[in-house]
């Protein structure tokens, strides 16, 4: 079955760095668009960036642009996200989300989520 | 960009009642709107998919309906499991608001 398990959250001070990674399992990795998605304490869902499934395309949230980079190695099966230039704001729970179908299908929900990895900025 | 409005942002309701919550785009998004169900502390869960495609093993009491730019989500009957917040998220084009603010349905 489909496993998405996030990793590398913790506490960071402000103006700090920190990645994380999303081991991916259970399906064909390099057919599929993978995204993060994070959740302040109390906070509605925000996107933040996605990335195609050859690694070629990516986008970012005008909020995290020219800070965060995502990223994947599709022989290692993982995703990640290359976090710089930290700020309070950024405290959240981040979440790697597999879309509904591969990439020529146009299933582009999220259909499975990890479990979420927290990140905490603060001095 | 195509931005997604949610309604309301807090829904108060009994075990047993229908409610429905309410989902509008910015532009004309066909039928590529998704709906996810999160409980505290959880990820969230997509409900459905295609505006009324209902996702394999989520109860029938739960349906969508809408096309162009409004959507809802109807519950019918619900039972204690269903209070958590619901999401809207329209796939239709990239656009770095996709998903809505989200609606709490909370007990009456």
């Known amino acids: 079955q489909v496993q998405l398990v996030e990793s590398g959250g913790g506490l960071v001070k402000p103006g700090g760095s920190l990645r994380l990674s999303c081991a991916a399992s259970g399906f064909t990795f390099n057919d599929y668009y993978m995204s993060w998605i994070r959740q302040a304490p109390g906070k509605r869902l925000e996107w933040v960036s996605y990335i195609s499934h050859l690694g070629s395309t990516m986008s970012y949230a005008d909020s995290v642009k020219g800070r965060f980079t995502i990223s994947r190695d599709n022989t290692k099966n993982s995703l990640y996200l290359q976090m710089n230039s930290l700020r309070p704001e950024d405290t959240a729970v981040y979440y790697c989300?597999?879309?509904?179908?591969?990439?020529?299908?146009?299933?582009?929900?999220?259909?499975?989520w990890g479990q979420g990895t927290p990140v905490t900025v603060s001095s | 960009d195509i931005q997604m409005t949610q309604s309301p942002s807090t829904l108060s309701a009994s075990i047993g009642d229908s409610v429905t919550i309410t989902c509008r785009a910015s532009q004309t998004i066909s039928n590529w709107l998704a709906w996810y169900q999160q409980k505290p502390g959880k990820a969230p869960k997509l409900l459905i998919y295609k505006a009324s495609s209902l996702v394999s093993g989520v109860p029938s009491r739960f349906s969508g309906s809408g096309f162009g730019t409004e959507f809802t989500l109807a519950i019918s009957g619900l039972e204690p499991e269903d209070f958590a917040t619901y999401y809207c998220q329209q796939y239709n084009s990239y656009s770095p608001y996709p998903l809505g603010q989200g609606t709490k349905l909370e007990i009456k």
């Open positions: 989300a597999r879309e509904g179908g591969p990439y020529y299908s146009g299933e582009k929900y999220f259909l499975h």
